[in-house]
Each structure stands twice: as structure tokens, then as C-alpha cells.
């Protein structure tokens, strides 16, 4: 195109550009004259099995997103995929394509399909009209693999707009390079700032003195991954978003040492960053000006109210199975079941232990090294546990849930539904991952 070809004329109010408009913790929509995409919409309260609610709280969740042509859902975590809320939606405004990205396995198309959900996993580049949306998937090589980010772009006749949106990947060179070859030059990216999960609230006790120094360095160590990635993408306003929630139940206690920012708190490193104000804050890709933005802290009184609103709430396990009941678990059959499973899964090259805690006092002790010989054995409360080691408290109703899969132990970790001390408190990922498959 020539320097004389005339821009597209604006089509129902919308902009020769990318409309962002910002809703609650991911949930964005992006607008073009040709496609909206609402991208992942969740509104449902109590997700991670009953832990986490949302603040500030969409009263009208249905009417702040309006109508759609796309859903993009990133990746299966419930506040991203939020089954309950798109048949919701779906009633209302009829329903939507969704569109995924492509993995191998893909855990998000299996899971829509278990609920009754159509979805299309967008392999190329949809083209539609004058815009074209792109969907990254995030590939480690991990039969883990989930994560992905969307590039939306559109072609106004003299120029090309951008608006890229990352969600919760933890990038590494090789995707923040496949981001910039697909990209471009990008106006708008909307990326992580914060790490919403377990730790460190439940990897130390209330009174220990390193969980506020881990709550600070987790902080300042997702300021940091925030700033590689906006300096590597350049973009020319950076929004922070997503992992904007707050436990309920008797998990209240806990937040307070999780470690997780305010949004805001980015303005103070980031000259490009805006936060755009919750449930409409939005800015376009022609003129970078927010119509609407947020820029004090939360109000502590006001979190607190909420809160003590929702720490009575049940965990999904209260309310299936009574504490009387845990007694008849057959805990110890399931866990070598799925144990042995496990170890058919494993990616974990080298002796990890997970120590278990039985209602009878007893410790059970699953080894994730793939090629143990013996992945379970059970130990006595006075035995010396191995190292290195991972010991989980949870309520045996939890527990059973996990190990019958009702549950999700990737769930359980982000929904802060165990205890975890670690000796010694070094993270092994594909440990980790060992656990996702622990399962009959």
C-alpha cells in the first residue's frame, strides 16, 4: 500500500485501530471495525475447588462484556476457562466460537470437550477482514504444556496496529523471540506483573520470618520478569494484568503473605505502563490515550471488608464429604495406584520424594524419580523422611478427591489447597509436574 492509500473509515463507532477495554484480572476484549474477541472471560466465584474470589467484584458480569464475535481462552486454569460462565454467556448473547491454541496434548480441548463446550484450535493465522488473530502456543517440550498468548492485529489502510497479549506465560528466549518474528512492532502489550500461587503462603508457617522476606522477593522477582519482557517487546504502552484475586474460606489468613502486587505498583518502574481502570478502563491502538485508569492501591479496608464476606465459604470438598467420614478413605490403595501411574508420566530424572500425611498418623512416600524402583512405601511418624523431599498437609477429603481426580493437583497448588515444606526449599519443576499425574 501507498503512502495516498485513504484509511478505513470507522464502522459503528468503532476506531481505524485496536480497541483494549479492560474488565477484571485477564478478562480483556479487544475491538476492530471487522471482529471483537473477549478473551478469557472468568466471573464464577469459588474457582480452584472454592479458593478464589474476586476483588474488586463484577456485579454484572454478563453486561460489562457485552457481546462477542471470538472467545479466546488462553489455557485452562479456571480463571481463564470458566465453563459456567460462558453457557451463561452463551444463553444470553447465543453462542461464540472459542478459540485455543494448539497443543500436544491439549488439556483445554479435552477438558471443554468433558463439558460439553465446542472449541477450535487455531493452528494458522485467522484472517478477518483487515485484522488477522494469531495464537502463540507456549511449547517447553513438557507434556505440561498449557500456556499460550494472541496477537491481534489490523491493517488501517496506512499502517499496521498491534495488540499482543501474553497472560501468565513465563517466558523464556525462545518464546519472547517467536512473539517479536509474529508480532512486529506492537502498541499495546498486556502482560503478567504478578505471580499468583502457593507460595510462599503455604510453604511457611504464619510466624516464620522468611515468609515476609519470600513475599517480597516473589514480588521483586516478577517486577523483574515483567521488565525483560516489556523491554525485549517494546511496546509503546505496557499494561499489567491478570492473577487479580483473593482467597476465601478459611484460606483468608493467608493473604496477606502471598506476595502478590497491586497493579499500580508497576507505574513506579514502567513509564510506558498503564493500569486500566476495572470493568471499562480501555485505550486504543490510534491515539494510546486511556479513557479510564486506575492509579492508587486498592484500599486495605476495602479488601478486608470483602473478605470477611467470604471467609465463611466452604471448600468444594466440605460440602461432598463430612469430616466424620474421612476415616473410610481407602487413602493408601489409591495412593499406589496412582502412584504407579505417576511413574509412567514422570519427567523427573532423579530421586524427589513427596511425603504424604495419612489420617492415621502414618507418612506415605512416592518417589517421582520415573525410574525408582519402588515408587510408594509407608513410614511410621517417627521415620527419618528422605531427601530431597516435599511434605503435603492436606485435609484427607482433599486428598481423596485428588487422587480420584475430581480434583486437580495443578488446581490445588494455584488454589493454595495444601501445605508444602520443602527440604530443602529448592523447586523441582519436573517434580513438580510429577504430581499433576498422580491419579488413578
Known sequence: ??????????????????VVRYLYSACVK????????????????????????????IEDPIGATGDCDLIYVSHVHP??????????????????????????????????KVDGLKCTVLRDVRKLGNTSVHILPHKTGSISDIDSSIIIKFFDGRRQHCVVNTNDIIFDGAMIDAVKKASGDVDVLLCGYTGAGPYPQTYFDAGDPRLAE????????????????????????????????????????LNGNRGVADAVEVLELDRNAVVLADNGGSIDTLTCRPTAVRTEKYASAAIASREEEIKGRLMDYERLIAASETDQLPLKRLLAAAARKARERSECETDYYFVFSLPNGEFAIVNANKSAPNVLQFAGKDAVLPEPRSEIETDPRYLFGLLTHVYHWNNAEVGSQYNTRRTPNVLNRSAQSFLNYLTV
Open 214 to 253: 519470600a513475599a517480597k522477593r516473589k514480588k521483586i522477582e516478577f517486577f523483574e520478569r515483567y521488565r525483560a519482557l516489556t523491554q525485549a517487546i517494546g511496546a509503546k504502552i505496557n499494561i499489567p494484568f491478570a492473577g487479580q484475586y483473593i482467597l476465601g474460606g478459611k484460606l483468608v489468613s
Open 79 to 112: 480463571d481463564h476457562y470458566d465453563p459456567l460462565f460462558l453457557s451463561q454467556y452463551f444463553d444470553f448473547y447465543g453462542e461464540k466460537e472459542i478459540i485455543v491454541a494448539d497443543h500436544t496434548p491439549n488439556h483445554l480441548a479435552g477438558k471443554m
Open 1 to 18: 500500500m501507498t503512502s495516498e492509500t485513504p484509511a478505513i473509515v470507522p464502522a459503528d463507532g468503532v476506531p481505524p485501530a485496536i
Open 30 to 57: 479487544t475491538i476492530t471495525p471487522d471482529v471483537s474477541v473477549l478473551h478469557d472471560p472468568w466471573f464464577t466465584e469459588g474457582v480452584y475447588d472454592g479458593s478464589w474470589f474476586q476483588y474488586p467484584r
